[in-house]
Nanobody, 124 residues
Framework: QVQLVESGGGLVQAGGSLRLSCAASGRTFNSYAMGWFRQAPGKEREFVAAISRIQSTYYTDSVKGRFTISRDNAKNTVYLQMNSLKPEDTDVYYC??????????????????WGQGTQVTVSS
């Protein structure tokens, strides 16, 4: 079992930055790929970024060059640095963990573990 707790969301003006953190419980953090997803009301949860066990990173096109995902295995924590934020980035952001997350990124129902979500609001 893995428990994920996100933090760092909030309200920011367009062009600003936020850093999301996701702290994971358990001693098997190193065995999971980690990811960030986002969801707007009435819409499906969508992939944002992922990082594999060996630090390979993946991004959806709309955030490439603006967002950076990283992980600190010593702290059991994954981060999402979000720069040059846009109003369309406004969503609830969820942290996720799964051994096969990279290949399951488009099938969110198959991902094993989720955090509770943190709200990101970007004002224009």
């Amino acid at each position: 079992q893995v428990q994920l707790v996100e933090s760092g969301g909030g309200l920011v003006q367009a062009g600003g930055s936020l850093r999301l953190s996701c702290a994971a419980s358990g001693r098997t953090f190193n065995s999971y790929a980690m990811g960030w997803f986002r969801q707007a009301p009435g819409k499906e949860r969508e992939f944002v970024a992922a990082i594999s066990r060996i630090q390979s990173t993946y991004y959806t096109d709309s955030v490439k060059g603006r967002f950076t995902i990283s992980r600190d295995n010593a702290k059991n924590t994954v981060y999402l640095q979000m720069n040059s934020l846009k109003p369309e980035d406004t969503d609830v952001y969820y942290c996720a963990a799964d051994t096969f997350l990279i290949t399951r990124a488009t099938s969110v129902g198959a991902i094993a573990y989720w955090g509770q979500g943190t709200q990101v609001t970007v004002s224009s």
